[in-house]
């Protein structure tokens, strides 16, 4: 109950105000701290894991799956991730802000990345690929990690938010793991689109690592996740 009324402390007084408008602002919450970060990331694996995610993305003769395959692959991210927490998981669940407008959306720009997640499926570019959704990065991270055991060391990207950047649920994007020697073949497809990605890390044989900290192991991510 203590943690709880802290964690409200932190959001602004207008947040009734925003519920009336179609915009919310991120400024009205606090950005989430290192210490922290772990209590967020056991709640969202608590809440928003899911064993049978699947998402397979289907090409004329391949089909993907969203699990990391060794380790030491090189993990990117596709599509454009911005500033925005508006009704992810992370907000409603763990900050206990509900009744906000969707996240960031637009249409084109999910056409552009779906094509070229499936041309990067059809030349058999990438050895996975998870479409971000509920919980954000790093439950899609977890999501891809956890069903061969194995881990993650990503970087986050100063530009952002840290808790918009891993639990954000901006749409049209996707999380994807590269073999190094078809790293070529992925950057080529992606220069022919104006589609953007940014390499986030690589696979790990274990343990979930946020700029450089390891923030939970995999054995006890995969424990918090069949609770």
């Known amino acids: 109950m203590e943690q709880q009324e802290s964690r409200q402390t932190l959001v602004s007084p207008s947040v009734d105000e925003m519920k009336e408008t179609k915009y919310f602002s991120i400024d009205t919450v606090e950005d989430v701290n290192d210490d ?45 991730s911005t500033n925005d927490i508006a009704s992810s998981a992370y907000l409603y669940s763990y900050r206990g802000i509900e009744s906000l407008p969707s996240s960031a959306f637009d249409l084109d720009e999910e056409k552009e990345v779906l094509d070229v997640i499936t041309k990067l499926v059809s030349n058999k570019a990438i050895q996975s690929a998870h479409r971000l959704s509920k919980g954000g990065l ?26 918009a950047f891993l639990f954000g649920e901006t749409q049209s994007r996707f999380l994807v793991s590269i073999a190094h020697e078809k790293h070529n073949i992925f950057e080529a497809i992606i220069a022919e689109t104006d589609v953007k990605s940014s390499f986030l890390g690589k696979v790990k044989k274990e343990n979930f690592v946020v700029d450089s900290e390891i923030i939970i192991s995999t054995a006890e991510a995969k424990a918090l996740s069949i609770l």
């Open 138 to 163: 790093f439950v899609a991270l977890a999501e891809s990690a956890m069903p061969r055991g194995l881990g993650f060391s990503i970087k986050t990207n100063s530009a952002f938010r840290k808790d």
């Open 36 to 80: 922290e970060l772990i209590l967020v990331v056991k709640h969202l694996l608590r809440t928003c894991f899911n064993k049978q995610a699947s998402n397979q993305i289907e090409s004329e003769d391949s089909i993907m799956t969203i699990d990391f395959k060794n380790d030491d692959d090189l993990i990117y991210l596709v599509g454009n």
